[in-house]
């Protein structure tokens, strides 16, 4: 399992070669352009060479035993078959799951992990899912199917704030991942439901998307905490054992960039 690259290493040097010969970037972008390239390649093989192995089903964390495909439709799958996905939510969604929510709100499903975990952890509750890519609405119904929670699930392209509303008098959490679109979607000026929901919301701070204005917006309706990525342990995960340990930390790896979430309790009754 030491030459995880194989074949593909031609196809990842001409796109090296053609980065290096671009005119319109300076040296630093394309050192760092190569850098993400050769670091995404590796990732990838580390991911085909370690997915037998999971039989695809989650190893551990809060959604042990789900069975899930393969197929990403955005990001990472390796972390979410090991458990180690997003660890530092975990004690966070074991209690979202042993509450007693009706409604489940994923803002951002991808392939469904979340929404098809918590629609598995909370059999009274309903889950409605939305993302704006079709790939990703198909897997989550895919996900949901594999695992006998479809009739519980209600998948939609696109949440606007107005369709907050709706769910205004029920127990309600929110799970939001939109790359950026958070800072427009969840404002509680412009959809007041949102004052009595509980979130996670993963953050991605930019041009004019500000953290802490963001949190300030839920200061009076909400008990709020800013919550930071942290490492990872590569030798905490007995599948990843026959990895080398550089492996093993890129079978881990989620992210590139740093997003924190918002932890949003809210203090205002249903």
Same mark, same amino acid.
């Given at each position: 399992m030491s030459d995880l690259i194989g074949g593909g290493n031609i196809h990842l040097l001409r796109h090296l070669i053609e980065t290096l010969a671009r005119t319109d970037l300076g040296t630093m972008d394309k050192l760092q352009a190569v850098y993400k390239m050769s670091l995404a390649h590796r990732m990838s093989a580390v991911g $085909? /060479?370690?997915?037998?192995? *999971?039989?695809?089903?989650?190893?551990?964390?809060?959604?042990?035993?789900?069975? $899930?495909?393969?197929?990403?439709?955005?990001?990472?799958?390796?972390?979410?078959? &090991?458990?180690?996905?997003?660890?530092? *939510?975990?004690? =966070?969604?074991?209690? &979202? /799951?042993?509450?007693?929510?009706?409604? &489940? *709100?994923?803002i951002g499903c991808a392939e469904g992990y979340y929404a098809v975990g918590f629609a598995r952890a909370m059999p009274m509750a309903t889950v409605h899912a939305w993302d704006v890519d079709e790939t990703a609405r198909r897997r989550t119904m895919e996900n949901a199917e594999r695992n006998g929670v479809s009739g519980r699930m209600i998948i939609s392209d696109k949440v606007k704030p107005t369709h907050f509303a709706q769910f205004d008098g029920q127990r309600v959490f929110v799970l939001c991942d939109i790359e950026g679109a958070e800072f427009e979607l969840l404002n509680p000026e412009i959809a007041p439901a949102l004052r009595k929901f509980d979130m996670i919301v993963e953050l991605h701070p930019g041009s004019g998307r500000d953290i802490e204005l963001f949190i300030k917006r839920f200061e009076a309706?909400? =008990?709020?905490? *800013?919550?930071?990525?942290?490492?990872? =342990?590569p030798n905490a995960y007995e599948v990843l054992a026959r990895l080398p340990l550089f492996d093993r930390v890129l079978a881990l790896t989620e992210r590139l960039e740093e997003t924190p979430w918002a932890i949003l309790k809210s203090k205002v009754d249903c």
């Open positions: $085909y /060479a370690i997915a037998p192995l *999971l039989e695809e089903v989650v190893a551990s964390g809060p959604f042990a035993g789900m069975s $899930y495909a393969l197929a990403a439709s955005e990001g990472c799958i390796i972390p979410k078959l &090991v458990g180690s996905y997003e660890a530092e *939510l975990h004690d =966070d969604l074991r209690i &979202v /799951a042993a509450s007693n929510y009706e409604t &489940v *709100l994923n309706s909400h =008990d709020t905490e *800013l919550r930071r990525p942290t490492l990872r =342990d």
